[in-house]
């Protein structure tokens, strides 16, 4: 059997996606720009996925901007930002717990003079609602949270972040990176007041490569590339048509089927749960013990265990998890969101990270648990040898 745990590193894309892609390779291979038909038909077809996307967030075609990934999404509204608002202010706040791609565009900004804040995290990974008001102040220009935190899944408090700006009289812009979000719970970036939203097309069955940006109607942007007038001269160059198309198959998917799929998520997620708990002792889990989080991610810290040795020995069982993210755990230094939420150097080297699909399945979590528990007993035997 084969429990492929890792779906916040990355899922398969779906048949559906693959279809989409494979017809824009062989038969829709035309440049949208183009003003024969071969161009036109693709125009279309690109259009058609911009429109399933905007469906399923509930938010208009033209709000919509298709970029590489969310990497680029997430560089292209902080930058985009910063350089449209030079003149209104110079301070940036964002938390200790964002992905890379918005910590380290921060950091960038940090030697440019900015003046950065970092809000902090409590032991469950969430923001202090307090500290984001005491920060707040005339020379704020951009706010930038995560929706769902990729290594653990606590949920940020979005709308009443929202509501806060206006009390506070912000007019701060307001970006999230809901790269692990989209797809897992039903939400509306618009309805959230939201202004720049981030997302990424191979967390959701779609695929690697291509993502889109939600930039509120008039909402003032400055490119962060210059070239054609594509993606309204946001996101210039030719259109990466298979993944745009990839993309609307996946959108079109979560649109129809996101309760069906949250619920499937959750049920696998809490079976996991409900099983390390009751049957491996010295454990903790990881992240928001209600229901503040989101419906794919268990982080789990086994105590006297490295993560990493887990993670390979139930590699040789078919089993796939994560230690940190998969950005970050390549490289040897200690994840910086376990950290900001105060574990200690032992919990953090205990942790793995299990992320659900859809696709999963009850047999599959069960194959997991029973393989994890045995390792886990074989582990902690040799370490007390
Ligand atoms: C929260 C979050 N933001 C941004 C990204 C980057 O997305 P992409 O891989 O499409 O560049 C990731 C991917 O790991 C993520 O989990």
Same mark, same amino acid.
């Given at each position: 059997m084969e429990a492929y745990f890792d779906n916040s590193a990355t899922t398969k894309p779906s048949d559906e996606v693959v279809k989409a892609m494979l017809e824009a390779l062989t038969i829709y291979y035309g440049n949208p720009s183009s003003l024969h038909r071969k161009g036109v038909a693709v125009e279309k077809l690109?259009? &058609?996925?911009?429109? #399933?996307?905007?469906? @399923?967030?509930?938010?208009? *075609?033209?709000?919509?901007?298709?970029?590489?990934?969310?990497? !680029?999404?997430?560089?292209?509204?902080?930058?985009?930002?910063?350089?449209?608002?030079?003149?209104?202010?110079?301070?940036?706040?964002?938390?200790?717990? !964002?992905?890379?791609?918005?910590?380290?565009?921060?950091?960038?900004? !940090?030697?440019?003079?900015?003046? /950065? /804040?970092?809000?902090?995290?409590?032991?469950?990974?969430?923001? *202090?609602?307090?500290?984001?008001? #005491?920060?707040? *102040?005339?020379?704020?220009?951009?706010?930038?949270?995560?929706?769902?935190?990729?290594?653990?899944? &606590?949920? #940020?408090?979005?709308?009443? /972040?929202?509501?806060?700006?206006?009390?506070?009289?912000?007019?701060?812009?307001?970006?999230? *990176? @809901?790269?692990?979000?989209?797809?897992?719970?039903?939400?509306?970036? @618009?309805?959230?007041g939201i202004d720049l939203l981030s997302i990424s097309g191979h967390k959701v069955h779609g695929p690697k490569g291509i993502g889109a940006l939600y930039v509120k109607k008039d909402l003032q942007l400055t490119p962060i590339a210059y070239g054609g007038g594509q993606e309204i001269g946001i996101r210039p160059g030719t259109e990466n048509v298979p993944g745009i198309l990839g993309l609307g198959a996946a959108a079109s998917t979560i649109e129809e089927k996101i309760e069906v799929h949250i619920s499937k998520m959750d049920t696998l997620r809490n079976r996991l749960k409900e099983g390390i708990l009751s049957e491996i002792q010295d454990v903790i889990i990881n992240g928001s013990i209600n229901n503040e989080s989101a419906p794919h991610i268990l982080n789990v810290s086994f105590f006297g265990i490295r993560g990493e040795v887990l993670l390979h020995m139930l590699e040789q069982d078919n089993i796939y998890v994560s230690t940190g993210s998969a950005c970050s755990s390549k490289k040897s230094s200690q994840s910086h969101v376990l950290k900001a939420m105060g574990l200690t150097d032992q919990e953090i080297e205990g942790a793995v990270r299990f992320s659900f699909s859809y696709e999963n399945t009850i047999e599959e979590v069960d194959y997991g648990l029973s393989r994890l528990k045995k390792h886990v007993q074989e582990l902690r035997k040799i370490m007390k040898r």
């Open positions: 690109i259009k &058609t996925s911009r429109k #399933q996307l905007a469906k @399923a967030l509930g938010v208009k *075609d033209e709000e919509i901007i298709f970029t590489s990934g969310g990497t !680029e999404s997430n560089n292209a509204a902080i930058l985009g930002t910063v350089a449209a608002k030079k003149r209104k202010g110079n301070k940036i706040i964002t938390t200790r717990i !964002e992905h890379p791609s918005v910590l380290n565009v921060f950091k960038s900004l !940090e030697a440019k003079e900015y003046e /950065v /804040v970092y809000l902090d995290v409590n032991r469950e990974g969430k923001i *202090d609602l307090n500290q984001l008001e #005491q920060e707040l *102040d005339a020379q704020t220009i951009l706010l930038s949270i995560m929706h769902v935190n990729n290594e653990v899944g &606590t949920l #940020q408090p979005i709308g009443e /972040v929202r509501k806060m700006l206006e009390r506070s009289n912000s007019k701060a812009i307001f970006h999230v *990176d @809901a790269v692990q979000s989209f797809g897992k719970l039903r939400f509306n970036p @618009a309805k959230l």
